[in-house]
């Protein structure tokens, strides 16, 4: 599904050259569960970005399911990114003002899915992440892992193949946690999705059967393993 080659991203700072991803050569199966480590700076933001089609790499190639995505132009990129990719992050991103329903059915919005159908499938995303009955309140009215929740299911109505979370649990107790967590683990035993995960949390990670870890944008460290499934405690 995702296959990078020789990946370089470099950023100019006037007369300074960043060097964020080195040389990252990776290839993810479809309905793997990978989690992204390292410190602030090591580069798994970037590396997220590029892989989300977000960005593209400076030079070297990325092919997702066969497509060059180093090469695609602006247009092809969102309508990957609309069609196949979904995101979650740390800070929920939900607008303030409109209900959890609402919210989730933004992405068929812009797909220009009828309202009718936006709101049977942002109320089907809703009850998939445990949130059936809450469909008309707002962020404000919800708890954060509820918040993140709506945002999972946000990511959820496009039927999304793969999955990125950056840092999903950054601003979340361990209860909470632990329950974004058992979602994306089922998201992705249940229904296949791909979960590529960045964190730098140990306990997080453990969830994932695939553990990259960078430093100094690349590629130090890949593990597979059998994942600990409900592993924060």
Not at 97 to 109: G, H, V
Not at 161 to 182: Q, V
Request: net charge neutral; glycine share 8%.
């Amino acid at each position: 599904m995702i296959v990078c080659e020789d990946l370089w991203k470099i950023y100019r700072i006037g007369d300074v050259e960043v060097q964020a991803l080195r040389s990252i050569n990776l290839t993810i199966d479809r309905g793997e569960f990978v989690a992204v480590m390292g410190t602030s700076g090591s580069g798994k933001s970037t590396l997220m970005n590029l892989l989300g089609c977000l960005d593209k790499p400076s030079r070297g190639r990325y092919r997702l399911d066969g497509l060059d995505v180093s090469t695609a132009n602006p247009d092809l990129l969102a309508d990957l990114r609309n069609r196949q990719i979904g995101f979650v992050f740390q800070n929920f991103n939900l607008i303030p003002r409109t209900s959890a329903l609402e919210n989730a059915q933004l992405p068929l919005f812009y797909r220009g899915v009828s309202i009718k159908e936006q709101r049977r499938q942002a109320a089907a995303a809703l009850q998939r992440v445990g949130l059936a009955g809450r469909e008309q309140h707002y962020p404000a009215q919800l708890s954060g892992g509820q918040q993140q929740r709506v945002a999972i299911a946000r990511a959820l109505v496009g039927a999304p193949s793969i999955l990125f979370a950056d840092e999903p649990t950054g601003n979340l107790d361990t209860a909470s946690s632990r329950e974004i967590m058992d979602i994306l683990e089922h998201l992705n035993r249940e229904d296949g999705i791909t979960i590529i995960l960045v964190t730098h949390e140990p306990d997080i990670a453990a969830y994932a059967s695939r553990e990259l870890v960078m430093k100094d944008g690349q590629i130090v460290q890949d593990v597979r393993r059998e994942p600990h499934l409900s592993a924060v405690t």
